[in-house]
Each structure stands twice: as structure tokens, then as C-alpha cells.
């Protein structure tokens, strides 16, 4: 379904996406790029984003990228094994050239549909080939019951799927603005290229290189020396889920108040109405005050589906902390291979040593059992012995040296990246909170304009 | 007491007891009473009150209204009083006045809430013709009747009920209301032991009862007073209880934005770099809470009991209304019973004159009051109304000032920090983006909602 450019010396774009390689190289010019990305350009749709600064050199600076429309699909061939139709939703991904050499994408605007299990295996793909970065996070699949009170859960409910699509179309611009994530091949076969992707994901093998939960939390105990640094971050990352999390109870608690007293002036209009009937001279003032009060009652939710909106962007937090927490398992894992790798090192030192005669065995040892039963060892098989030793101990030192290198690597990259992170969280919720201020300040203007009505209506009776 | 009560034109229900064969004897009484109503009753003939002309001068005083009050009074400074067998309050009932019927010009007497209940009694039996106000009511749903809470709103009510008694020209010359206001606590007691209590009570209820059945011509007057004030007593009830949801529902919001502030206080404690402006928005909260709590009080001291008042205040109108009726049915049996009966004609005829002037009076008063009662409502209700609107929009303003407060914050925060990472918030509503824009979009919709 992606819209190919009209024309014919523009280069297939099935080539350059499977590479990781900019090509700026490619056949045609720079400066061609540009002619076409222009000639092509569609009128910009209504509700685009405008794009705000990003990055230096991410891809987000050149190209917008958009989840623009959902439909509902019905899966084919494949049904449940209850024999009903597999029911999803897809949301179509347009992305649009802005400026000339995309870092490998094609040029103009091409679009294609995507389902959320394709967006979580662009997500799972990134989080274990990228270990170090905050991976974005994208939307829930389902809809928390944590403090909504609804009485059925429907991943179909109009509303639900709209804040979804807002969820994805933020997490793609969000990768599409980090330094490292947006070159990568997979995200723009993911933006770009429809058939078979999710071949080409599989065929990265990166479901081998996740670490196990397992794993993760063995390495967790495990670890002799926990590193301060990342210890603090995965405090400080469970200590704002629970700090957003009570934030947002006592949000939707409050709003639904405000929701139900809204609503019972209503009522008021309604004997307004009917009172104003019998009575002579203030009928009219009654009358009036009785139309404001169903004003009151109706723009109460307009102002819900805006906060609500405002509400998923700090809701995103939670999860970006869970992202967070599991850069610091990786760090984890990381540190308790090297400490398990300084600890092989060491035993195998230990060994040859006592191989060699120069530490003294254990009280009670195999070798000392066998020597007695059989005899010393001689000169050869000791030589033998330590011959063996000697080469497992310089594997074992080539392997610490790699860990420690790679530990250090990682380290390194994931204090940058979460300097980045910390910068970024600080710059949104800021946003977010002036968002939130600015429509606290519209309703209170509108409480303002509506009673001061009313109270004109009064006095009038 | 007697001699007192001699020097006063009052008029009273006594003609119940000798005059009227048609009546039933049940105001008995003892014989205490039948003294004080024979005393009273003795220069009736020529009170202010009784007879074709001074109807009309009670009307027309009505009319006048040149609003130069002189009889004051006030209720305040309750106070328990702890006994080992009862335990009650009372109030201080003040009055200030220049009358000549009152020997001292203030008077300062405690009063008990029975005793309230007494004198209204007493004036519904004495100014049968006239709408009473009513009193606050003995038990409350909503509140604890122990609660200082209840006293103060029902000291509230009372002296609303006082003023508006010592502002009718009529009945604030009421006998009992003076002794009500000028007796001393024992004088009081022994007053009310005397007065006939439960038995004239339920005989009225009988007697307003049947009249609506009986009536023949009833004019479309008072027929479109009676449907008016129907509808206005539904009204009122709804308006009462519409308000009563709307409190309970404010108080839980009050108590949310109480507990709102603090979970952003508590996240400022692990930031830093976004600590100053958690803490601001914890801040911005709790003037909302208590902005919003305060609109809450205001509405439960103010607007509340005023709904309340009108609700009990129809019933009075109500039964105001009934008791016209009746009086007019009377009159008509009377007149049924001359034709019937020529040769008791002239004893008949002397009654039918003095039921037709009753009836009369009863007609003309009750419209006077009407009239005063329509125009204290609508000031009543005007001033109710526009609290709760100013109450509404203070509360807002407050709200508004904080949130502009917090803003100017949060942005010149937003200019200081460096960015490398800038947020990829901007929500694509430009309503709710800029004020600026918000505004104008407000705008609009202001225009068309005054039409």
C-alpha cells in the first residue's frame, strides 16, 4: 500500500532500508531528492503535528512521521481456536520526506497499515539490540482498570483506540528523534516497508540475545558489588511510577466529582424552567439563569477527553520508568557476568597453584585423597596439568578483559543516554504541567463567564 | 397580666367560645383562659382589626409600607444549659422598640426553641387571616441535632423568623408576641400552661381539612394562589434537594483537592531538577482546596437554609390559604342556614353580617400578605441566587489567580533550562495551547450563549 513516487529514475527503496548504512551515495543526487521530495509533496492533512527541534542529525528532522487512521480488520485466513474471526485493529503509518536525503529512506510519502503487535516487535527488536537506551515506550494494549471505572474493558471503545493511536504515533516520533534509534534499518523498514518486515526482524536473531527473566533477576541477587549509580536509578525510577501513579488517582477521583456536580446543575435548569413559568416578574431572569445552568452542565466534557489527553502523556512516565529500570537490569546482568568471570580467573589461578605445589591444598582435597591412595602425582602429569590450566587461565583473562570492556562500554553509554532521558523527562513534564495549568485556567475563566451570567440573571429578576 | 392585655386591640380567636353556636366548643380551655379571652375580647368592638373598616386599613397600612420600623428584634448568643434531668439551649430574643404599648424601650429575654414553637402556635390561632413564617424544623436529615453546627443554623432561622414577625404591620402588634418578648422566664411558663394547647390544634386541623371539600365559589383569585403556590412549593422542594446533592458532592471534591496537593509535594521530594515546580503546583492546589471549601461553607451557611426557609414558607402560605377557605365556607353555610331558617332570621342575619365581614377581612388580608409575600420572595430569592453565583464565581476567580500564578512559574522555569532534549508535547488543539487562543475560542462561546 506505500505510495510510490511517480518518478521512474527515483531508486526502489526495498535496497537502501535493509542496510543500517546512510547511503548518500545512492544513484540519485541530493539536490534530485530534494526536486522530488517537492514535486511530490502532499498538502499537509489537518492533523499533523507541526514538528518541533529535535535532535541534531536524527531523522525526525528530516522526516515526519504520522499514525494517522485506525480501522478495524478481520483476520483472513487465520481464526481462534473457537473458530471466531480474529478481530484487530490497524492504524496506518504515513511518513513524509521533509527534506532531501533522508538518511535512507525514500523519498515523498508512503504509507502502510500497522497492527500493535507489529509496533511491540519494533519495540522488543530495539529494547534487546540497543540495551543501553530508554527505549520509548508505547501505549497499553489494554485499557487499566486502575482507577477508571468502567464496567466493561473494550479494546474497541472508540475513545480507547484514538488515545492508542496518539500512544504509537508519539512513540515513533520519539524514536525517530533519538540519536541512535533512528538509524536504525528495522525502524525504517518498519516506517516503510510492508512486506515481509517481520521476516526481516526475526532474521536479526534478536530474540537469542534477550536475557531471560531468569537471568535478570538471578544477577540481581547475585551481585557482590551493586553499582551506586544504577542502584539510585532504579529507585528513582520505581519511586516516580508510584509517585505518578498517586498523582493520577487522585486526578480521576477529583474530575469525576467535578464531572457529577456539573451534571446535577443541570437539574437546576430544568426547575428553572419549569418555575420561571408561574411567576410574573421574575420569569424572565429565571428563565435565562435556567439556559446558563444547562450551559454548565454541557461543557464539562469537552474539558474530561482534554485532561484526559493531558493525563496519558503523564502516564507515559510510568512506563518510560519501567524502560529505565530495565537498562539498569541489563547493567546488572552485565556486572555479574564480569564478577562471575573475575571469580573463573581467580579459581583457575588458585588451581594451577595448587597444581604447582606452591599453595597449599585444602585440608581435605581430592588431590590429597588420591595422592595418598595412589601415590604422588609425577612430574609429568603435573606438567600436563598445568599445562591445561595455564591455557584456561588466558582464556579466562582474554573473557574478563572482554566483559570488563563491554561492561564499561555499556556503562558508559547508558550514564550519557540517561543524562539525555533526565533532560528530556525534565523538558516534557514541564510541558505537560503548563498544558495542564493553561486548561485549568480556561475552565476557571469559563466558571467565571457562566456564573457571572447567571448572577446578571438574577439580579435582573 | 390581665390589666395589661386590657390596654391592647388585639384580635383573637375568642370569638370561637360564646358568639358562634355553628362553632365547635373545643377551645374550652380552663377558666384562666376564658378570663384572659373575655378581657381581650371586651373593647374588641372597637380594635383596629375586626370590621369592614379597619380591614381596609390593614390593607392599605400593607400598601403604604413607608418601611419606618419601629419594634426590633434579635436572636443570638445561644447558650446550653445542663440539668440533671433535661439539658436544652436557649437564645437570647432582643428587642428595641419605640411602640407606647411596650413599657421599656428593650427587652432581654432567653427563649427555648418550645417556646418559639408556643408563639407561632398562638399566632396562627389569633391571626388566623395572615401568613405566619415559619420556624426552622425540629429534626434535620442532614445534620447532627446535637451538633453546634444545627444550633447555629437554627439561630439563624429563628431571628429570620422574628424579623420578619416584627415587619408585619399587623401582626407584630399580636399580644402574645409580646408577651413572648417582654416576659420573664416563670411569667412565660405559666402563660403557656394557660393557653389551651394540643386540642385547638388538632380541632384546626379538622377544620382546614373539610373546608377544601366544601367549598362552592371559591373566586379564581385565590384558586390561582392556591395552583401558584403548589407549583412554587415543588419547586422549592426541588430546589432544596438538588442543592443538598450538589453540597454533599462539593464537600468530596473539597476533600480530593485536599489530598491532591500533597501527592505533588511528595513527588518534589525525590527530584531535583523538577522540585521547585512540583512544589509550586502542590501550592496552586491547596488555595484551590480551600477556595473550593470555603465556596462550600458559604453555600451550607447561606444558600441552603434559605431554600429551606421558602419550602417551610409555602407550607405556612398554604395553610393560610386553607384557613381562608374555611372562612369563607363558613360564611356560606351561614348564609345557607338563613335561608333555611326565616324565623331565626334576625339572630341568623346578625351572624351572616358578621361571617360576611369576617370573610371579607380574611379575603382582604390574605391578599395584602400575598402581596408582601411575593415581594419579600422575590428579594429573598434574588439575593439567594446571586450569593450562590458570587460565591461560584469568587471561588473560580480565586482558582484562576492561582493557576496564572503557577504559570508564570512554570514558564519562566521552562525559559532558564537549557534545552538539548525539547519535548515533543505540543498538543495539537490550539485551543488549549495558547491562551491567547483559548481565550477567543472562550469568546465565542460566550456569544453564543447570551443568545
Not at chain 2, 64 to 90: C, G, R
Request: glycine content about 6%; hydrophobic content about 35%; charged content about 30%.
Amino acid at each position: 500500500m506505500a505510495d510510490v513516487t511517480g518518478d521512474p529514475s527515483a531508486p526502489s527503496y526495498d535496497s537502501e532500508l535493509l542496510s543500517d548504512q546512510q547511503d548518500t551515495s545512492g544513484p540519485t543526487s541530493i539536490g534530485d531528492l530534494a526536486r522530488i521530495a517537492a514535486k511530490n509533496r502532499k498538502p499537509k492533512l489537518p492533523h499533523w503535528t507541526s514538528l518541533i527541534d529535535c535532535q541534531d542529525g536524527t531523522l525526525l528532522e528530516q522526516v515526519e512521521i504520522c499514525v494517522t487512521e485506525q480501522e478495524k480488520r478481520t483476520g483472513a485466513a487465520r481464526t481462534t481456536s473457537m473458530g471466531m474471526k480474529d478481530v484487530y485493529t490497524v492504524y496506518l503509518v504515513e511518513t513524509r520526506v521533509k527534506e532531501s536525503g533522508g538518511q535512507g529512506l525514500g523519498e515523498g510519502h508512503t504509507s502502510l497499515w500497522r497492527r500493535y503487535s507489529e509496533f511491540e516487535l519494533l519495540r522488543n527488536y530495539l529494547v534487546v539490540t540497543y540495551s543501553y537506551v530508554i527505549v520509548p515506550p508505547l501505549p497499553e494494549k489494554r485499557m487499566t482498570l486502575m482507577w477508571q471505572q468502567m464496567s466493561t474493558v473494550d479494546n474497541f471503545d472508540a475513545d480507547f483506540i484514538e488515545r492508542r493511536r496518539v500512544g504509537l504515533e508519539g512513540f515513533l516520533q520519539r524514536v525517530g528523534a533519538h540519536q541512535t534509534l533512528c538509524e536504525d534499518g528495522i525502524f525504517h523498514g518498519f516506517l516503510q516497508k510492508e512486506d515481509s518486515w517481520k521476516e526481516a526482524v526475526h532474521a536479526t536473531g534478536f530474540q537469542a540475545k534477550q536475557d531471560s527473566r531468569l537471568k535478570s533477576l538471578n544477577a540481581s541477587f547475585r551481585l557482590k558489588k551493586p553499582d551506586r549509580k544504577f542502584e539510585d536509578l532504579k529507585n528513582y525510577a520505581s519511586e516516580l511510577q508510584g509517585n505518578i501513579t498517586a498523582v493520577l488517582k487522585v486526578r480521576a477521583k477529583l474530575v469525576d466529582r467535578l464531572y457529577g456536580i456539573h451534571k446535577i446543575h443541570g437539574n437546576y435548569g430544568r426547575v428553572f424552567s419549569e418555575w420561571s413559568g408561574i411567576e410574573q416578574e421574575m420569569g424572565d431572569g429565571l428563565q435565562s439563569a435556567g439556559h446558563f445552568m444547562d450551559a454548565y452542565k454541557d461543557y464539562i466534557d469537552d474539558y474530561m477527553n482534554e485532561e484526559e489527553q493531558i493525563a496519558d502523556q503523564l502516564k507515559e512516565y510510568i512506563y518510560f520508568a519501567d524502560a529505565l529500570k530495565s537498562v539498569c537490569r541489563k547493567q546488572e546482568v552485565l556486572q555479574y557476568e564480569l564478577e562471575k568471570a573475575g571469580d573463573l580467573l581467580a579459581a583457575k589461578t588458585l588451581q594451577k597453584e595448587q597444581v604447582m605445589g606452591n599453595a597449599p591444598s585444602r585440608s581435605f582435597s581430592l588431590r590429597g585423597m588420591r595422592s595418598k591412595i595412589f601415590g604422588p602425582e609425577s612430574q609429568e602429569s603435573k606438567d600436563a596439568q598445568t599445562k591445561v590450566l595455564e591455557e584456561q587461565i588466558e582464556e579466562c583473562e582474554q573473557h574478563l578483559k572482554q566483559a570488563t570492556q563491554e561492561t564499561e562500554a555499556f556503562i558508559e553509554s547508558a550514564l550519557v543516554e540517561v543524562e539525555r532521558f533526565k533532560k528530556q523527562r525534565t523538558t516534557d513534564l514541564k510541558e505537560i504541567f503548563i498544558n495542564y495549568a493553561i486548561l485549568q485556567i480556561k475552565i476557571s475563566k469559563r466558571g467565571i463567564a457562566v456564573w457571572t451570567n447567571m448572577k446578571d440573571c438574577f439580579q435582573k429578576m | 397580666m390581665s390589666a395589661n392585655m386590657a390596654d391592647e386591640t388585639q384580635k383573637t380567636d375568642s370569638r370561637d367560645v360564646e358568639e358562634d353556636p355553628l362553632q365547635n366548643p373545643l377551645s374550652s380551655g380552663t377558666d384562666d383562659e376564658e378570663d384572659i379571652i373575655a378581657v381581650i375580647r371586651a373593647p374588641a368592638k372597637v380594635s383596629s382589626t375586626e370590621g369592614r373598616p379597619s380591614a381596609i386599613m390593614g390593607s392599605m397600612k400593607l400598601e403604604e409600607e413607608p418601611d419606618v420600623k419601629d419594634l426590633f428584634i434579635t436572636v443570638d448568643d445561644f447558650q446550653k444549659h445542663v440539668f440533671t434531668i433535661d439539658t436544652y439551649i436557649t437564645y437570647r430574643v432582643f428587642t428595641r422598640t419605640t411602640r407606647s404599648a411596650f413599657d421599656e424601650p428593650e427587652y432581654s429575654v432567653r427563649r427555648r426553641y418550645q417556646d418559639f414553637l408556643w408563639l407561632r402556635q398562638k399566632l396562627l390561632e389569633t391571626e388566623e387571616t395572615h401568613i405566619i413564617p415559619p420556624l426552622p424544623e425540629k429534626h434535620s436529615m442532614r445534620m447532627d441535632r446535637l451538633s453546634k453546627d444545627f444550633t447555629i443554623t437554627r439561630q439563624a432561622a429563628l431571628h429570620k423568623f422574628m424579623q420578619r414577625i416584627s415587619e408585619h404591620p399587623v401582626v407584630s402588634f399580636n399580644e402574645y408576641l409580646k408577651v413572648f418578648l417582654t416576659a420573664k422566664a416563670w411569667e412565660l411558663t405559666s402563660h403557656r400552661k394557660a393557653s389551651s394547647g394540643i386540642v385547638s390544634r388538632i380541632g384546626s386541623t379538622i377544620k382546614t381539612t373539610t373546608s377544601a371539600l366544601m367549598l362552592k365559589n371559591r373566586s379564581p383569585e385565590f384558586t390561582m394562589m392556591t395552583e401558584y403556590i403548589n407549583t412554587f412549593a415543588e419547586k422549592m422542594s426541588s430546589v432544596d434537594r438538588i442543592s443538598q446533592r450538589i453540597l454533599k458532592e462539593q464537600m468530596d471534591l473539597g476533600a480530593e483537592y485536599e489530598s491532591y496537593g500533597p501527592t505533588y509535594r511528595l513527588w518534589g521530594n525525590s527530584e531535583v531538577e523538577l522540585a521547585d515546580t512540583l512544589g509550586s503546583l502542590g501550592d496552586c492546589l491547596d488555595k484551590c482546596a480551600k477556595s473550593v471549601k470555603d465556596m462550600t461553607l458559604s453555600i451550607e451557611t447561606n444558600f441552603l437554609p434559605a431554600a429551606k426557609e421558602y419550602m417551610l414558607y409555602s407550607d405556612a402560605v398554604k395553610g393560610t390559604l386553607r384557613k381562608r377557605d374555611y372562612i369563607q365556607m363558613e360564611y356560606e353555610l351561614a348564609c345557607e342556614e338563613l335561608t333555611r331558617k326565616k324565623n331565626e332570621r334576625e339572630q341568623l342575619q346578625k351572624q351572616v353580617d358578621f361571617l360576611s365581614d369576617k370573610s371579607e377581612v380574611a379575603n382582604a388580608d390574605m391578599k395584602a400578605d400575598m402581596e408582601r409575600w411575593h415581594r419579600n420572595k422575590r428579594k429573598d430569592v434574588k439575593e439567594m441566587f446571586t450569593g450562590l453565583a458570587a460565591g461560584q464565581v469568587e471561588s473560580y476567580k480565586q482558582c484562576l489567580d492561582a493557576w496564572e500564578e503557577v504559570i508564570e512559574v512554570l514558564k519562566s522555569e521552562k525559559r532558564h533550562s537549557d534545552d538539548v532534549g525539547n519535548s515533543l508535547f505540543q498538543t495539537s488543539e490550539p485551543s488549549v495551547h495558547a491562551a491567547g487562543g483559548g481565550d477567543s475560542q472562550l469568546n465565542g462561546r460566550e456569544e453564543d450563549e447570551k443568545e
